[in-house]
């Protein structure tokens, strides 16, 4: 069984090639219009999409050295996202399965995201909890089968890959800015400057608290003083970030008594986290799981992989599909 997956659900438009359950390509082309607006502008999204979507299915389907007349089914992210973005890839999807008469299969992102850990080796147990990191979302998973997930925990406000942004934004480092953040905090001291570690209940998240003290701690200091300090600012600031979210996740891995445990995402590329994920793993006995970068960022493979198990499932979506830009798990 080959299929054609295709994800536009916010700046990256991406399309991938999976048979049998393995992946022939994934070709990604990331926006870069959004760069000097210093977050993505919707509007400039769904062109972009619109000009890419083409080239990059094709080169999909080139690499993946699958002809369209071998596909069995499409499968697209039909949300979360921007709408505009979404009805790109929706619209592209219906279009394409409906010369080929072949079945659509909808995909929701944040799923994918965790199923982005069946792609490779090695695979996490069932269950297991995946905390998903990214630029829209923070959320603990618990996942009970390929298709059987549960979020336990989430943000109340913004996402961590949010704060990470929003911070590179009011250093001045660029978008996306967790990448600089990530590479700076390398240098720095984490205990350099406190920053406050939020106390939700249950496996609740809020980071716009330490967003809003670093905001207050930049306007304190002189421009030269945050130049000066940058590497130890960005530590702390990371550091802190990590801490919550590794804090809930070993309440979360008490609570459910899980210690097979994942990350997904594009923050789970943030190597402070990295580090301090295998520290707590082996104070706690944990199994641990990241899959490789090129699927913890926006990508059509983990589409694909989504897809496979709805096929296999039975799972499809009739033509009469239109996006869903809010759509829980
Ligand atoms: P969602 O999946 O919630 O819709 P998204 O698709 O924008 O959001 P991803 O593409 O999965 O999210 O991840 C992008 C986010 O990951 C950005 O916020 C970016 O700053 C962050 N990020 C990428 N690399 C790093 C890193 N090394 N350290 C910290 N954050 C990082
Ligand atoms: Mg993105
Ligand atoms: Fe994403």
């Known amino acids: 069984v080959t299929l054609l997956a295709i994800e536009s659900s916010c700046d990256e438009t991406s399309a991938s090639v999976i048979s049998d359950g393995q992946i022939l390509s994934n070709i990604v082309a990331t926006q870069v219009v959004h760069e000097k607006h210093g977050g993505v502008v919707p509007e400039l999204a769904s062109r972009a999409h619109q000009q890419n979507i083409i080239l990059v299915v094709q080169e999909a389907l080139q690499k993946a050295q699958i002809d369209k007349s071998e596909l069995s089914a499409i499968g ?37 995201h965790v199923l982005a850990h069946f792609i490779d080796e090695p695979k996490p147990a069932f269950p297991f909890l ?7 979302h923070t959320q603990i998973v618990k996942v009970k089968s390929h298709l059987g997930m549960e979020v336990i925990g989430e943000t109340t406000d913004d996402a961590v890959g949010e704060a990470f942004d929003k911070a590179a934004k009011m250093l001045g480092l660029g978008y996306p800015g967790g990448p600089m953040v990530d590479k700076l905090a390398k240098t720095g001291n984490p205990l350099a400057f406190p920053f406050p570690i939020s106390d939700m209940p249950d496996l609740k998240f809020s980071f716009s608290g330490v967003k809003t003290a670093l905001l207050y701690f930049i306007q304190k200091q002189t421009p030269e003083f945050i130049q000066e300090n940058l590497a130890d600012i960005c530590a702390s600031y990371q550091y802190t970030l990590i801490r919550t979210l590794l804090l809930k996740l070993k309440k979360a891995s008490k609570l459910h008594g899980i210690k097979e445990i994942s990350v997904a995402g594009g923050v789970s590329a943030n190597s402070g986290l990295r580090l301090a994920l295998a520290e707590m793993a082996k104070k706690e006995r944990w199994n641990i799981y990241i899959p490789d970068f090129q699927y913890c960022t926006d990508n059509a493979g983990m589409i694909a992989i989504a897809a496979h198990y709805k096929f296999l499932a039975g799972e499809f979506t009739s033509q009469s599909v239109s996006p869903m830009p809010r759509f829980a798990i």
């Open 76 to 112: 697209f992210t039909r949300g979360p996202g921007l709408l505009g973005s979404l009805l790109v890839g929706t619209s592209f999807s219906k279009a394409m399965a409906l010369a080929l008469d072949i079945p659509l299969i909808e995909v929701n992102h944040m799923q994918a």
């Open 130 to 136: 995946c905390l998903t990191v990214s630029g829209g």
